[in-house]
């Protein structure tokens, strides 16, 4: 009993200490009085919250924010902690309004800048999608490829589908007399001729001109089939030997051991292929077409194929459509290929004609 | 007389041995924060009006003390001497900002017995630490939580007489360990 009444005296007097601490301590028993001074001291007990968190900030941060900042941060972490126990409902995030936590300042402009991005990245995930699509519509793709057909050369079996020719002559005033064309042979050793310069030729051989030798001519007397001279002996005003007006010791206008107006043996005209010691062109420049503004509109794609001849000066000429598209595509083709250029086929050492088959795409992706 | 020269002896090796430590990796600073955090706040309670202020100033001591440790110098003196001059610079400075307390601070200066009263203070504050868990709770929620006793009756769940007679025994208990601590 005597305990209850020390401690309801003790209380009483510990609740006057707390609520006015300047004033004067009550009279009390002696006992008391003691145990009274004792509590006087505790009013000032250290929060142990506090001792720990100044322990933890101490070896935290490791005095990375000078002393003044340290003073702020402590007086926030104070107020949020008086106010811990009647939270409102704004106050469970406080870095998201800018109140700042219990380590570093917090700036309200940062949120903002921090917000503002977030929503330009977030925009154009969002419209990602929309930007590849246009892009896929409104990109043409084009592309060219040069098509070789490489293979063993094999002299073509029927004049109209032979190609090259040769030419010959000695300078003479006269076009070359009329008459049959010599047997054809792959290699030639004498050049045809009409009017004979040496009779007697320490090693004679048969005039010859080179082209398919399945081709028989009739073996009368030695001309060109195409000459209107009838009776006059003559080789032609070409050079190099031969008949005709060309060079190179064949018949016709042309150049080299065959007949006709072509190059380089056989007859028929025209330009060589690739293949049987015939290199390919080599394209050194080449472009990509432009897609037509039609064709684009109305998304129409295909394959344009053009047959090109490439000169010994490595430009193309003579192009013509073999497989057409339409749309202004085959133009736009033909554009393009125009402006190619390319490293000549070479023959024997030589660069020559040749024709080549080119393939342009054009596409939508 | 000889074994207690030799165990303050040993106390500033050690003490010495915790500061060179804390010079060369700052995470050791915690033990010289243990060892005198006692001491300095008693330093401030005794000069100050509110715990607030006393905690803020004592938080203050202990980073500047972080902060000067390269530049500590040993001089024979403990190192709680040099912690206490901090403390009284700071408490300067901290009243000449407020013209209003500059003529305390002169007054609590020349106080007869200042060295006693933080002593017992520091003694005191170890001394909570030690009591059985139920009156340590009270003791701290009724003076640091300054909450009444119906308040602390109805957060541990106990009676408010009960409180009250924990209160009595927890304030009995630091009286005989103070009486025991000074022989």
Same mark, same amino acid.
Request: glycine fraction near 6%.
């Given at each position: 009993m005597a305990s209850t009444s020390m401690a309801d005296q003790l209380e009483d007097a510990i609740e006057m200490m707390i609520a006015e601490p300047d004033s004067a301590p009550p009279q009390v028993d002696l006992k008391i009085s003691e145990l009274l001074g004792i509590a006087a001291k505790l009013r000032l007990l250290p929060d142990p919250e506090f001792r720990a968190e100044l322990k933890a900030e101490l070896l935290g941060q490791?005095?990375?924010?000078?002393v003044a900042a340290n003073v702020d941060i402590r007086r926030q972490t104070r107020e949020q902690g008086q106010a811990r126990r009647d939270v409102k409902p704004d106050e469970i995030l406080p870095t998201l309004f800018g109140a700042g936590d219990v380590n570093y300042p917090v700036h309200r402009g940062n949120f903002a800048i921090s917000a503002a991005i977030h929503a330009a990245l977030i925009a154009v995930v969002a419209t990602a999608g929309l930007w590849m699509t246009r892009q896929t519509q409104l990109t043409p793709h084009t592309t060219s490829i040069l098509l070789t057909d490489i293979s063993a050369y094999v002299w073509p079996l029927s004049i109209d589908k032979s190609r090259g020719g040769g030419g010959g002559g000695?300078?003479?005033?006269?076009s070359e007399s009329k008459g049959s064309l010599p047997r054809f042979a792959r290699e030639q050793v004498t050049p045809p001729t009409i009017?004979?310069?040496?009779?007697?030729?320490k090693l004679p051989a048969e005039p010859t001109v080179v082209g398919p030798p399945a081709l028989t001519p009739p073996t009368f007397q030695i001309g060109?089939?195409?000459?209107?001279?009838?009776q006059l002996p003559s080789n032609g005003t070409g050079f190099g030997g031969g008949l005709g007006s060309g060079s190179g010791g064949g018949i016709g206008s042309g150049e080299g051991p065959g007949f006709g107006r072509g190059q380089g043996g056989g007859t028929g005209g025209g330009a060589y292929r690739v293949g049987g010691g015939v290199s390919a062109p080599r394209p050194i420049y080449d472009p990509d077409p432009e897609y037509s503004e039609e064709a684009r509109h109305a998304k129409y794609q295909g394959t344009v194929l053009l047959s090109v001849v490439v000169g010994p000066d490595g430009r193309p000429r003579d192009i013509r459509v073999q497989r057409s598209l339409g749309m202004g595509l085959d133009e736009k083709a033909i554009e393009a290929v125009r402006k190619w250029a390319f490293e000549p086929a070479m023959k024997d050492g030589h660069p020559v004609a040749v024709q080549v088959n080119i393939e342009v795409s054009f596409r939508l992706y | 007389m000889k074994a207690l020269e030799d165990e303050n002896l040993t106390n500033q090796k050690d003490e010495r041995l915790q500061v060179e430590a804390a010079r060369q990796d700052p995470a050791r600073f915690a033990e010289l924060y243990e060892n005198n955090f006692e001491r300095v706040y008693a330093y401030i309670a005794h000069r100050v009006r509110n715990r607030e202020e006393a905690q803020d100033a004592t938080a203050d001591v202990f980073h500047q003390a972080l902060a000067s440790l390269p530049r500590f110098e040993w001089?024979? &003196?403990?190192f709680v001497a040099w912690l206490l001059g901090i403390a009284a610079n700071v408490l300067s400075d901290r009243w000449q900002r407020v013209a209003k307390r500059q003529e305390v601070v002169t007054d609590d200066l020349e106080q007869v017995g200042m060295e006693d009263d933080i002593e017992q203070r520091a003694m005191l504050y170890q001394l909570v630490e030690t009591l059985p868990d139920d009156q340590r709770r009270v003791i701290i929620r009724r003076f640091?939580?300054?909450? &009444?006793l119906r308040e602390i009756a109805t957060e541990l769940g106990r009676s408010e007489g009960a409180i009250k007679q924990l209160q009595l025994r927890a304030l009995q208990n630091l009286r005989k360990r103070i009486r025991s601590n000074h022989g």
């Open positions: 490791n005095h990375a924010v000078p000695d300078r003479d005033k006269l009017v004979v310069h040496n009779e007697q030729p060109n089939p195409l000459s209107a001279i009838l | 001089r024979g &003196s403990p640091v939580g300054q909450k &009444s």
